[in-house]
């Protein structure tokens, strides 16, 4: 696992090796395919100079002249999409299918608001392709976003395959996993690590060309915290920081991805938020539970050398309105400029600098939650800069570098009731009296860090035509830093605010953030896609590449390398005709782990001597032995996957069909391992114990006797595996001209498999009362169980378009036909694996000798289990959205989600209850101040 | 039983006016066409479908097989003269048929109008909110969509905040269904409903094609209250129609359409920080109460209607003349376990509607008549779940209505008139207690508005209506009333049983862009009051009144071109 050596080093060379052949290869033609037309004004015809025409996914762009012509040389064989883009009208895409050879016209129309435009696309395009990928991806373009009424990204990834239809709005954490079911979560894998978690987690969130990472979020209470706070550490990034209204595009990335993006395991979602020259534009969304108001905008000047834009975005949502007061808000900015210098114009600086705001405050409501509250609060700031250098031979170097901090504030009061408990505050090892703490209290928690990352890449592209082949090909590193600051995790002592604060489960004492060290990363990536034309216009594209990833030993990058990750990576497509690609990937991809998981908190085991309670305060006695368990693992690394799929997709005259099956294998995911060890407890007779003196007794020295307490330490490990594989179907199919409606629909089935090579000590209460009496010999232990999860669900989008009219209806009903989740563990009495000593040690029983006499206190129910398979009852979901443009490049939606306000359906003798979101409709206004501009002279 | 007093000499007089009320309404007036569901609250200043009740005639939203019991004495509505088109007649206009929309759209047009109102006062039914405020917002219009297909549509979001108690836990307790869920813990709360609804057709030669679907949401919850109540509705609605130019004539269209509602209501009554009290309505006798302390209580609506209607439109003479017809049918459960198969309580109705409208523009198109005469009757049985298929609750109701509206131009004025009579006749009959609502009404209202243009861009107008309800009939007086008699269902039966009148006013400007656009802001001031004393014990408190005002403003909008 461990690899100490620096492999990047021969990567480098091969980098180095392959680029400077590239350079001094002779270029040669290929592929001469040139698109041609006009731009017009949608309704008048009249040419349209100035606008931007370029095809989707590639550098390819040229600007209409005088008379609205343009033309596109080299254009990619195969479905492509054409966008043309001019300040005051709609972004306009127009989906070909391209030839291996020829010349072909288009005439692109623009308009003021998409919703004039036919062929707008209000769902996500799956001809279209991210950028620089030949994965499977959906692409969400700017007007599928403008069209949806959602809060935030979440809401856009709405249109991805296997997402869950929502109500717009920022209630919930808003975690994004791709390609995974749920799973039971039943199985006692350790530290409550679920499928979603580990989906969430490995799914990386690129923003603006940079990562966003949860990795250094320590916001957790830990498994032994009573109180709660809505937290996403653990899991992926909390999207709701980003709001919908500034997205200008989203690309997922369902397949392979190139060996530019790392840190992941599931895929890759990366965002483009809206900036350079934009008419303002306002856009204002109610409902009865939440409101939103938004504006973007941007101006060029210095003759158009320079633009800056800014977004805003305010929205708060009531969670549980008439019932509660619990709320949650969001402020979203960002300013961007964008200047162009040097000769030729060559030298492009992008700078933005991002701030948000987000709380998630749940008060105290004295007819429910009397005592109890909690909020937390996110204030984040993003200051990143691109530079992009234009070299001969195409050729491009692009410096990206970022930093990013993110205040963290969390706190949660809850009542707690105690029996007369000894207890210590004790911080290092060793022997001490304590004090009692009981009755009615008020604990509090207040967990303040802030996560921090400086983040850089610097990466070199050139296409070139080299060997026959047409190669776009990209090599780069990463630098990345993370670390946390703050007060940390911090209470009151004397009122403890966790389960169980003393003995044997262990106890979590205050801690600083600023004193874990920090994780720092680094990559070096080199990746190759390559385009040929066979014989018989038989068009092949591979993209091969390979990629290392680096978790360094100590703080900075120069260290020596604690774990390393080779992923090569590979995707080919074959397109035998103009209308059929035949599409396959494979490619090993990694996660880091994250800060918690290194620097896990130390566990402080409080192991009661004496525990002489009297009446008479002053009489009493309490003297504890601390003990203090590293659950540090030197050797965790990363979370390793590997990914596969294969498909096919048609391109119909005015319609697409994709059929794609994946296969992803997780290995080593990280999740806590629960050791075996053992703490020693010392018992003491006691002298002068007699009631009334006014004084505690003393214990007398040496200690009587002496036993162990065996003790569980969680310590991070990458144990864990998941198998995700699964069946995705999308097809668009053509409009039905006569009532201007099409259909698309998006089917997923997906089964996920999640184990353990752990163990699980049983229910909590029966390994506690073993640890507590030394009586008990042993107690039997199980292996951790393994919990399958599949999903069958379908959304079916009906797409009403009146372009004359500007107004869409889109309908989507999603079928959620199977949910079954299973739990393969051995339930019966027999099942356990062997049993623990008070010596901790786990004894193994063979299977055939679990039925003796001898083992009879070992059969016992494991527990935490599902026993018989659970499945939810087929049911569906409606949601309906109503567009229509305004006057003035206005637009007026009503979207109603649950529009039927099923609540879903009940359960039955075997199944469990469904339970939908129910009805939430409301408003949605927008307008840009385009149109002014256009009104004067 | 009570019989609501008369003068010594009343009987054969009231005959006699009753006779004369009769042909009056014959001759001249108009019904109303059923009024959006959210407009079932007590407003005094009409709600926006008033006066412009051709507009909505289209809605597959309108109830069917339902009437609506509204406030007495509404006030009549004005024309409007400077917000909406003069009133039109067709199967589309009229009957509601989608298909004829594109043969009979014309111009287009649209709008955009915010409202903000406000009601309050102690003239109401139990289940009423004593004071509201509403907010408003509506965007409706209808255009041509090519050369042989136009479509119409209509957006509304309302919201109501009702700051004094609401004991009702329904979105609909003025139905003609007697089953009604109320909770003695009232609670200020806010309603929020939105409706949007379309309607699309094309001509393929003689014969068009149509369809217009809807949707009506609402969520109501309550304000800081100690027992929540969330209420949701969810009711989708579509209507199909064709309609047929009479080969050898381009003058007469036939056309038949068929409807479908469902409405699906959830209630939810949290008792976490207090007691209540929930009664199932389901009648005049006291329901047995459900007392919730820690509670949830929670019931399910479902209510699905069905309509069939024929129609036939005409031109005679260069007037416009179109008569139509409409059956309908609906069915309504209740049920409160969250089991499989649950046993309900049940409402059914069968309605039949149709009636009569012309219309016809004189000298020179400067004064247009429009008259519409419109009769809708409905019979309906409530089953409860412990009474298996014994009716326990009977109501037939008939509703005759007629208008006539009257506009002239004579530059730079123009003058508004309408006149409206309604007759309302309701018996309802409790199987189970004995009792027997019999409630006659006559409303007669009469609005006039005048406007004029002021300069090149400005009109002014300026209106008054006024409106009467006198009931006649007789409703059940138990002895002894128990408490849920005496508090909510005897003081709404007196509530009817009650003379009532109603007055209104409005002051309108509108500037017209000379452009595409009109903007427009309008004023209204209303109010109700009981006519005398009310002669039933638990009638309306003498003085007693309510009173609203309306501000709207917003845009008319004209086609491109």
Redesign the interface.
């Known amino acids: 696992m461990m690899a100490r050596s620096c492999p990047w080093r021969s990567l480098v060379m091969v980098l180095v090796a392959g680029l400077v052949g590239l350079a001094s290869a002779p270029s040669r033609s290929f592929a001469q395919v040139a698109v041609t037309g006009r731009v017009v004004e949608a309704r008048t015809g009249a040419p349209i100079a100035g606008a931007a025409v370029s095809v989707e996914g590639t550098q390819i762009t040229v600007v209409s002249d005088t008379a609205g012509r343009y033309l596109l040389v080299r254009v990619p064989p195969g479905p492509q999409t054409l966008r043309a883009e001019r300040l005051g009208f709609a972004v306009t895409r127009l989906g070909i299918n391209v030839p291996a050879r020829g010349t072909i016209e288009q005439v692109l129309r623009m308009a003021e608001t998409p919703l004039a435009l036919e062929g707008i696309m209000v769902t996500a395009d799956v001809a279209g392709r991210a950028r620089g990928e030949l994965g499977t991806a959906s692409v969400v373009g700017a007007d599928a976003i403008r069209e949806r009424t959602a809060a935030t990204l979440a809401g856009v990834l709405e249109l991805v395959p296997g997402m869950q239809l929502q109500a717009p709005g920022l209630e919930a954490i808003a975690q994004v996993g791709l390609r995974s079911a749920p799973t039971s979560g039943t199985t006692a894998l350790g530290g409550g690590t679920t499928a979603a978690d580990l989906a969430s987690f490995g799914t990386l969130v690129v923003l603006d060309g940079i990562p966003l990472s949860n990795n250094a979020n320590l916001q957790s209470l830990g498994a032994r915290a009573e109180l709660t706070f809505a937290t996403a550490a653990g899991g992926g990034v909390d999207v709701r920081r980003i709001p919908a209204a500034s997205l200008e595009r989203v690309e997922v990335i369902r397949g392979v991805p190139s060996a530019r993006y790392g840190d992941l395991t599931q895929g890759a979602i990366v965002v483009d938020t809206r900036t350079a020259a934009i008419a303002p534009e306002f856009l204002a969304r109610y409902d009865p539970r939440s409101g939103e108001l938004a504006t973007v905008g941007g101006w060029a000047f210095a003759n158009g050398g320079q633009a800056a834009s800014f977004t805003f975005d305010a929205a708060r949502t009531r969670t549980q309105p008439g019932l509660s007061d619990d709320h949650a808000r969001r402020l979203a900015g960002q300013l961007a400029h964008r200047v162009t210098l040097g000769v030729q114009e060559r030298l492009t600086m992008d700078t933005r600098l991002e701030a948000f705001l987000l709380d998630d405050d749940r008060p105290e409501n004295s007819n429910v939650r009397v005592g109890r509250a909690s909020w937390t609060r996110e204030r984040g700031l993003r200051l990143s800069e691109r530079a992009r250098l234009d070299l001969p031979f195409d050729a491009r170097l692009v410096l990206t570098g970022s930093y990013s901090r993110v205040e963290q504030n969390a706190y949660a009061t809850s009542p707690r009731l105690r029996g007369a408990e000894p207890f210590t505050d004790r911080t290092t090892e060793g022997r001490a009296e304590g004090r009692f703490v009981m009755g009615r209290y008020d604990a509090e928690v207040n967990v303040d860090g802030v996560p921090q990352m400086i983040y850089s890449r610097l990466e070199l592209a050139a296409e070139r035509g080299w060997g026959g082949w047409q190669h776009e090909l990209r090599a780069g590193s990463e630098l990345r830093r993370e670390w946390n600051a703050g007060a940390g995790y911090q209470f009151d002592m004397e009122f403890p605010p966790q389960a169980t604060f003393n003995a044997v489960q262990g106890y979590d004492r205050p801690r600083r953030f600023d004193a874990v060290p920090p994780l720092a990363h680094s990559a070096f990536y080199i990746d190759d896609r390559l385009t040929r034309t066979l014989a018989g216009d038989v068009v092949l594209n591979l993209q091969a590449g390979l990629r290392v990833d680096m978790l360094h030993e100590a703080e900075w990058w120069l260290s020596g390398a604690r774990d390393s990750r080779v992923q090569p990576r590979l995707n080919a497509e074959l397109m035998p005709l103009s209308w059929l690609r035949l599409r396959a990937g494979w490619g090993a991809v990694a996660k880091l782990p994250t800060l918690g998981q290194l620097h896990p908190a130390p566990q402080y085991h409080d192991v009661v001597n004496v525990n002489w309670f009297a009446n008479d305060p002053a009489e009493r006695l309490a003297i504890l032995t601390t003990f203090i368990k590293d659950p540090t693992n030197p050797q965790l690394g990363f979370a390793r996957a590997t990914k596969a799929e294969a498909g096919f997709e048609l391109a119909l005259p005015d319609g697409f069909i994709q059929l794609v099956g994946f296969s992803d294998r997780v290995s080593g995911g990280i999740s806590l391992r629960q050791d075996l060890e053992f703490v020693l407890r010392d018992r003491y007779q006691l002298s002068d114990s007699t009631l009334g003196t006014g004084v505690p007794p003393r214990i007398v020295e040496p200690a009587t006797r002496t036993d162990t307490i065996p003790v569980l330490v969680g310590r991070p490990d990458n144990l864990v595996m998941q198998r995700n594989r699964g069946l995705e179907l999308i097809a668009l199919l053509p409009q039905i001209r006569p009532i201007r409606t099409r259909l698309e629909l998006q089917a997923v089935w997906m089964r996920s498999r999640l184990e353990s090579d752990g163990y699980f000590h049983g229910r909590a209460d029966r390994f506690s009362t073993f640890q507590l009496n030394e009586t008990i010999p042993r107690t039997p232990y199980w292996l951790a169980g393994i919990e399958e999860g599949e999903r069958v669900m379908a959304t079916y989008r009906v797409v009403h378009h009146q372009p004359s009219l500007g107004f869409v209806v889109t309908a989507a009903i999603q079928h959620n036909i199977h949910d079954r989740q299973r739990d393969r563990t051995a339930v019966d009495t027999l099942a356990f694996e062997g049993f623990v000593t008070r010596a901790a040690e786990r004894v193994p029983v063979p299977p055939e000798a679990r039925g003796a006499p001898e083992y009879q206190d070992l059969r016992v129910p494991r527990g935490n289990t599902l026993i018989e398979p659970r499945s939810a009852p087929a049911d569906w979901l409606a949601t309906v959205q109503v567009s229509k443009t305004l006057p003035l490049s206005g637009r007026l939606s009503f979207w109603a989600f649950n529009v039927m306000d099923n609540p879903g359906e009940y359960a039955g003798p075997n199944t469990q209850r469904r339970v939908y979101p129910r009805m939430r409709f409301g408003l949605e206004l927008s307008a840009s101040t385009g149109a002014f501009g256009r009104l004067l002279p | 039983m009570r019989t609501r007093p008369r003068s010594a000499d009343g009987g054969a007089r009231s005959r006699r006016r009753q006779a004369l009320r009769v042909a009056v309404l014959a001759v001249v007036f108009m019904g109303v066409p059923p009024r959006p569901l959210h407009a079932q609250g007590a407003p005094v200043a009409p709600a926006a479908s008033q006066g412009a009740e051709w507009l909505y005639a289209w809605s597959p939203l309108a109830p069917l097989a339902d009437l609506p019991r509204t406030v007495p004495g509404s006030a009549m509505a004005m024309p409007r003269l400077l917000t909406m088109p003069a009133p039109r007649v067709g199967l589309f206009w009229t009957a509601g048929n989608p298909a004829a929309l594109v043969t009979e759209q014309g111009q287009g047009w649209s709008s955009?109008e915010a409202e903000l109102s406000s009601a309050d006062g102690d003239y109401r039914r139990p289940l009423d909110a004593g004071s509201e405020r509403r907010t408003r917002?509506l965007?409706q219009g209808w255009?041509a969509?090519?050369e042989r297909s136009a479509?119409a549509?209509r957006?509304s979001?309302d919201?109501r905040t009702s700051r004094s108690p609401v004991h009702a836990a329904v979105a609909f307790p003025f139905g003609s269904s007697p089953l009604v869920i109320m909770d003695t813990a009232g609670s200020a709360m806010?309603h929020?409903a939105?409706r949007?609804e379309?309607a699309g057709s094309?001509n393929l030669g003689r014969a068009s094609l149509g369809a217009a679907l809807g949707?009506d949401?609402q969520?109501s919850?309550?304000?800081a209250?100690?027992v929540?109540?969330?209420i949701?509705?969810?009711a989708?609605a579509a209507t199909v129609g064709v309609a047929l130019a009479v080969p050898g004539t381009d003058r007469v269209q036939v056309g038949a359409h068929a409807s479908w509602q469902r409405a699906?209501q959830?209630v939810g009554l949290?008792s976490?920080?207090?007691a209540t009290r929930v009664y199932q309505l389901s009648g005049y006798r006291d329901a047995p109460p459900m007392d919730l302390a820690g509670a949830f209580y929670n019931r399910d609506i479902q209510r699905e209607s069905r309509a069939a209607g024929i129609a036939t439109a005409a031109v005679v003479g260069g007037t416009t003349v179109v008569a139509f017809g409409e059956v309908a049918s609906t069915s309504e459960s209740h049920t409160s376990l969250?089991?499989?198969d649950p046993p309900s309580d049940d409402w059914s109705g069968e309605g039949l509607t149709y009636g009569i409208a012309a219309a016809r523009a004189f000298l020179r198109d400067r004064l247009a008549l429009h008259g519409t005469i419109r009769r809708a009757a409905l019979e309906g049985t409530a089953r409860l779940d412990e009474s298996g298929d014994v009716i326990v609750f009977a109501a037939e109701e008939d509703r005759l209505e007629a208008l006539l509206d009257a506009r002239m131009r004579l530059h730079p004025w123009i003058f508004g008139f309408r006149v409206a009579g309604t007759r309302d006749m309701r018996v309802r009959i409790d199987s189970v207690a004995g009792m027997t609502a019999r409630i006659e009404s006559w409303t007669s209202a009469a609005a006039a508005e005048v406007a004029r243009s002021v300069g090149t861009n400005l009109s002014l107008a300026l209106g008054l209506g006024v409106a009467s309800y006198k009931p006649a009939g007789s409703i059940p007086d138990p002895r002894p009333p128990g408490s849920l008699f005496l508090g909510y269902i005897g003081p709404e039966l007196a509530f009817y049983g009650t003379d009532a009148t109603a007055y209104s006013s409005t002051i309108t400007a509108a500037w017209d862009t000379r452009g595409?656009?009109t903007f427009f802001l309008q004023a209204e001031m209303g109010s109700v009051s009981p006519a005398g004393t009310s002669g039933f014990r638990l009638g309306p408190a003498v003085g007693a009144s309510r009173t609203g005002w309306a501000v709207r403003a917003g845009a008319t909008?004209k086609p491109p071109g």
Do not use: C, D, H
């Open positions: 955009l917002a965007a255009a969509a090519g479509a549509g957006l979001l919201q806010r929020s939105a949007v379309g094309v949707m949401v969520e919850r309550t304000l209250a100690p929540p109540r969330l949701r509705v969810a989708p699906r959830s949290y976490i920080g207090g969250q089991v499989l595409s656009a909008l």
